[in-house]
């Protein structure tokens, strides 16, 4: 109200300079589907109009008294024509909403969202990443149910796509690329996604074959675009594993925007959930603030901060696990003393500077930094017995182990420590003519990692010492004396003064056009990546590569709408620290890119079925890849042998069928088929750990027709074992084994007691926008899943046992949703 008095009193005041013309302001804020701002929306009435600035804000000035005419139309959208009759002096708010219609190129005329389509890109309604949360809520909860996307640890937010491993994603906030962590072990350490849900406009994945644009990995881009607000408003999530909290605003000029993200998580309920007794007291906490300032139409400026503290401290007493088959039911029962104390902080700032030059031209320069310290500190001792279970049912003594196999004892230790400063600068450009679009980059990052490693294992069985499997010497005890040295299992030592510069550049060339009476689309592009690694005690080494990448698309002129695309090119992934540093802890600055040849063909089928609308996606792959690192995965942690020894391919087929299966709410159902083999220093081919044959993921929303306030979505995902669960020091070769297929399914039910599209008479209600209580379940069925295995011996027949180390069973939370 105060702004409209401050319009009013101008208005009355600059009366007298224009003359006796009575007149009216029509002004708002147009918006999408999703409830975004559209930019450079043009608002006509006869030879008056204006056009929408980036925050979807317009103003209008219109002669009073009078019936006028105003048409908004926008190229992706379709146009929305409204009268008006305002009187003299008059502000009157009108927010259009406006939806997709075909969209007019030059001579080419695709839908509103064909860019991204052509692309090959999966677009995420970002409502759809917030309402869904699951065990770990997030992008990456929703990304477990696309094909070829492949998560087997509900505390992780780490993914694998298409055979490869967790190193291989990029994933980027606004253009800026983002970073995991670099110690991580297992998914109950991991804490917070980076990617705050509360603040994402638009989520966009690629699972192979992207542009030249994007960075040098193998499998999968995340691009995520946090929102830009137009208005003031606080979201708060609150649940029983943690919450979040945000708030955002706009000046009244709409030059000044801001949104803030508040986080904490806490895993307790997962964790006391599973089979090990503990005293566990995690602190996951971030938060993120994105900035906006429009100094004019032409220059705008950007920040982007984040800030994480994650405390982890882990203090495990008991633990049983049953396993074994009905005849010879076995129980590990473990007793521990000791404990685990882990802290990550990370500090993220980055500021981007955007320069319309014109319609035509933008440019772009990016500056952030990434420092991250984290701290491994743990000494626990296990002490077990390994025996059979008394099964005799109605035996005051059900279920206890009476006669021990094995008994032994471990003891871990760590004092692991890394420090890592990332620093980037980069420059972009945009620049259309002629229906063609020029994309190209410049960019430097400098990698400073100081690292110590500190680790070591000592194994006691029945009171003897047991050899590191490297010692030739097979210990006998206790039948015979053993006389050499005592040395411990494993034994990791070492610290590592790492630098690494990188200079990329890419350029890209797009064009739509027609071919005959079918539309298509063209990209190309190629990106040069030099690297030099240096340190203390290294032999500086550079490197350089380049990779030439191709789309092509097309879009039949059928009664069917159909779509048709390949892409592919040359992907190279130029060492990490990681991929450097190999299960030593040695770091070899020689170590090469790995290279993977990839070519992807894809359909997509746009149809209706019940009325309503469905689309079938169809996509087979295949990569060959050469110089590869291979490495062994346990639980989250991946340890690379920083030697270009393999080659390998991996190929399968992604099936993805989405729709309104009930009106009104988007769902899908998912099937991968994915192979990938290595071959290690020319031994053969054997599965990598990533061969994952076979995945079902259904994500499933309905309501009750009767009460659609009453609502529920269902998060099931089917996953075929990989290979692992063998000892980290074990040969692959001897070791094949899979784990169990992982199965799992998410149900949440919540009631919507305020809805933004209904008005009420309560006036408690009126204080919120939106308001929801719901229940979770997650894993409802109960099933045991394992990720990992334990290793024990029976002193007697010197056999090893492989006991699972089961994920989380049936957990109930508790979560309530408020926006005002």
Request: proline letters at 4%; glycine letters at 6%; a negative charge.
């Amino acid at each position: 109200m105060k702004f409209q008095h401050f319009i009013c009193c101008l208005v009355f005041i600059l009366l007298p300079f224009v003359g006796f013309t009575q007149t009216a302001i029509l002004q708002g804020v147009i918006l999408d589907e999703l409830k975004q701002p559209i930019e450079d929306v043009n608002i006509k009435s006869g030879n008056l109009g204006t056009t929408s600035n980036e925050n979807g804000f317009y103003s209008l000035r219109i002669p009073a008294n009078e019936e006028l005419t105003v048409i908004f139309s926008h190229i992706n959208h379709k146009n929305i024509t409204a009268t008006f009759n305002l009187k003299n002096g008059e502000i009157f708010e009108f927010n259009p909403v406006m939806s997709l219609e075909v969209e007019q190129i030059a001579t080419v005329i695709v839908r509103g969202n064909q860019r991204k389509r052509v692309e090959g890109i999966t677009t995420i309604d970002p409502e759809i990443v917030r309402t869904i949360k699951g065990a770990q809520p997030g992008v990456e909860n929703l990304l477990k149910t696309l094909p070829g996307v492949s998560i087997s640890n509900e505390l992780s937010t780490q993914y694998s796509v298409r055979g490869g491993n967790f190193d291989e994603n990029l994933v980027y906030v606004n253009e800026i690329e983002v970073y995991r962590p670099f110690l991580i072990r297992s998914g109950q350490q991991e804490g917070l996604s980076f990617v705050n849900t509360d603040l994402v406009r638009n989520v966009d994945f690629s699972a192979g074959g992207f542009q030249a644009k994007y960075g040098d990995k193998l499998s999968s881009v995340l691009d995520i675009t946090y929102r830009t607000p137009i208005k003031f408003g606080v979201r708060a999530d609150l649940n029983l594993l943690g919450g979040s909290l945000s708030a955002e605003t706009v000046s009244k000029d709409s030059k000044f925007s801001g949104i803030l993200g508040l986080r904490y998580r806490d895993n307790t309920l997962l964790v006391d959930a599973r089979q090990t007794e503990t005293n566990y007291d995690p602190t996951f906490a971030d938060a993120q603030a994105f900035l906006t300032y429009k100094f004019t139409d032409r220059f705008h400026l950007s920040f982007l901060g984040n800030a994480s503290i994650n405390t982890y401290e882990y203090e495990p007493q008991t633990r049983q696990t049953n396993f074994g088959t009905i005849d010879n039911p076995l129980a590990l029962l473990v007793f521990y003393d000791g404990q685990e104390k882990d802290a990550y902080q990370t500090l993220f700032g980055a500021l981007k500077a955007n320069f319309y030059v014109n319609d035509n031209l933008t440019l772009k320069l990016i500056g952030s930094t990434y420092h991250t310290t984290e701290e491994e500190y743990f000494d626990i001792l296990a002490q077990y017995r390994l025996g059979e279970v008394n099964s005799n049912i109605g035996d005051e003594n059900l279920g206890e182990v009476e006669f021990s196999e094995g008994i032994g004892s471990q003891l871990n230790h760590a004092r692991n420590d890394l420090d890592a400063l990332i620093a980037n600068l980069e420059h972009k450009g945009y620049y259309d003519i002629n229906d063609n679009n020029f994309e190209w980059s410049v960019k430097y990052t400098h990698e400073d990692i100081r690292d110590r490693l500190v680790e070591w294992e000592v194994i006691d069985s029945a009171g003897f010492s047991i050899n590191p499997p490297s010692i030739d010497a097979f210990n006998e005890q206790p039948y015979s004396a053993y006389e050499g040295p005592l040395v411990p299992f494993q034994n990791i030592r070492s610290t590592n003064m790492t630098k690494i510069d990188r200079v990329q550049a890419y350029a890209q060339w797009s064009k739509r056009n027609e071919l005959g009476s079918s539309d298509v689309f063209y990209n190309a592009g190629v990106r040069i990546h030099n690297w030099t690694v240096s340190g203390e005690g290294l032999e500086s080494s550079t490197q350089t590569v380049v990779s030439p990448r191709v789309q092509f698309a097309i879009k039949p002129d059928w009664k069917n709408d159909m779509l048709f695309r390949i892409g592919g090119g040359l992907y190279y992934q130029p060492p990490f620290y990681r991929e450097l540093r190999d299960s030593s802890g040695i770091v070899n600055p020689d170590t090469k890119a790995q290279q993977s040849i990839h070519v992807v063909v894809g359909n997509e089928y746009s149809f209706e079925m019940w009325e309503r609308p469905f689309k079938l996606i169809s996509e087979a792959y295949y990569k060959k890849l050469n110089d590869v690192n291979p490495y062994t995965v346990e639980n989250v942690r991946i340890r690379y042998r920083a030697k270009n020894i393999a080659e390998a391919y991996a190929y399968g087929l992604d099936l993805r069928l989405n729709g309104e299966f009930v009106p009104g709410t988007e769902s899908w159902f998912s099937f991968g088929y994915l192979k990938t083999e290595e071959n290690i220093n020319n031994r053969g081919y054997i599965s990598r750990p990533t061969d994952q044959r076979l995945k079902f993921g259904i994500l499933f929303q309905d309501y009750v027709p009767s009460i659609p306030d009453l609502k529920m979505y269902l998060n099931l995902v089917y996953q075929t074992g990989v290979p692992g669960g063998s000892p980290s020091y074990a040969d692959p070769y001897d070791f094949q084994n899979r784990l169990p297929d992982y199965k799992r399914a998410d149900l949440g039910v919540s009631y919507v007691l305020v809805d933004p599209n209904k008005t009420y008479r309560a006036k408690w209600k009126q204080k919120f926008q939106e308001f929801a209580v719901g229940v979770e379940i997650f894993n409802m069925f109960d099933v045991q899943n394992s990720i990992t295995n334990t290793w024990v011996r029976d002193v007697y027949s010197k056999r090893q046992y492989a006991i699972p180390n089961f994920l989380t069973p049936r957990v109930f939370n508790i979560r309530m949703n408020m926006r005002f």
